[in-house]
């Protein structure tokens, strides 16, 4: 059949998917008596308060805002829906978790590099050396993060929730029927998963702080605190194109082989029970918005 290029995507959610369009979004949850809840409500978009950051180069950072604000709403719902109502969630506590983890990152991937690195300021390396050695920094820090959390047990099931949402979008892809018989034999990667693009954050950043040189500690941190949405834009451009090549070969098409060995790490196989939550999400989604608008 002919494989359908949407701009349909998801995420993994606790017990459960996310799946979004343009305009809509539906979330599926397994609930603890077994049943499936879904949820479909709008999709916030900052391109509707804000049209110019459609734009290329800034769409990356609005893609980054868009998935906070509605990854902390997706997440909220999630854990309410996948516990007792005697073990709920308040949004301020969905939302102190986020700003947490994303202060972490900035932190782990890219503060720490630099001042690791700026201990060898004593043995006169170029400013060249020490730019890529911070990124190299930088990437292992990364993988070993990414590593490291696919290891801990807890982990497990939101990472086959991420592999049951990727055989979903894969099944609509191929135009094949959203069925567990057919997710069963799709691939738990998926080209155009958020993975690729952290992974093209780091590359990008090796090559873009390369021109500022290696001034002070503090200008470097100003430096790359405030070229992070650059960054992110020009990540976001390299990850779409090198989705479209995924399969094509060439330069674009070889940026994805890594990022798609390192969601080996992020993606588990999932079960029929969660391959049927897929499905509802995605159903969900495709019952108020059929036409999916084309990448």
Avoid at 175 to 200: D, I, Q, W, Y
Wanted: some cysteine; proline content about 5%.
């Amino acid at each position: 059949m002919t494989r359908k290029v949407t701009t349909v995507g998801g995420q993994a959610v606790m017990e459960g998917v996310m799946m979004r369009g343009r305009e809509q979004l539906a979330i599926a949850v397994r609930q603890p008596d077994g049943g499936v809840a879904v949820e479909v409500r709008p999709n916030w978009r900052l391109v509707n308060y804000l049209p110019f950051m459609r734009w290329p180069f800034l769409r990356g950072t609005a893609a980054f805002v868009e998935a906070m604000v509605v990854g902390v709403d997706a997440i909220l719902f999630s854990a309410n829906a996948s516990q007792p109502d005697d073990v709920q969630l308040g949004k301020g506590e969905a939302i102190a978790a986020t700003v947490l983890g994303l202060g972490l990152g900035v932190v782990l991937f890219m503060l720490l590099p630099t001042f690791v690195v700026h201990l060898l300021n004593p043995l006169g390396l170029s400013p060249i050396v020490l730019n890529l050695v911070e990124g190299l920094l930088r990437m292992a820090i990364f993988l070993s993060y990414m590593l490291g959390i696919s290891l801990m047990p807890d982990m497990r099931r939101f990472f086959q929730y991420h592999g049951a949402e990727h055989k979903a979008i894969h099944t609509f892809e191929a135009g094949e029927a959203l069925e567990v018989s057919n997710l069963r034999n799709k691939r738990a990667e998926h080209p155009r998963c958020g993975t690729a693009f952290l992974l093209l954050v780091m590359l990008v950043s090796i090559v873009l702080f390369s021109f500022f040189g290696w001034p002070n500690l503090v200008m470097r941190v100003v430096t790359r605190l405030a070229m992070l949405p650059v960054v992110a834009g020009i990540a976001y451009e390299l990850s779409r194109l090198a989705a479209r090549n995924a399969e094509g070969g060439g330069v674009l098409g070889w940026i994805m082989a890594p990022a798609l060995l390192l969601q080996r790490a992020t993606t588990r196989e999932p079960d029929d029970g969660q391959m049927e939550v897929a499905i509802a999400a995605l159903q969900g989604l495709l019952a108020v918005e059929p036409d999916l608008a084309p990448c």
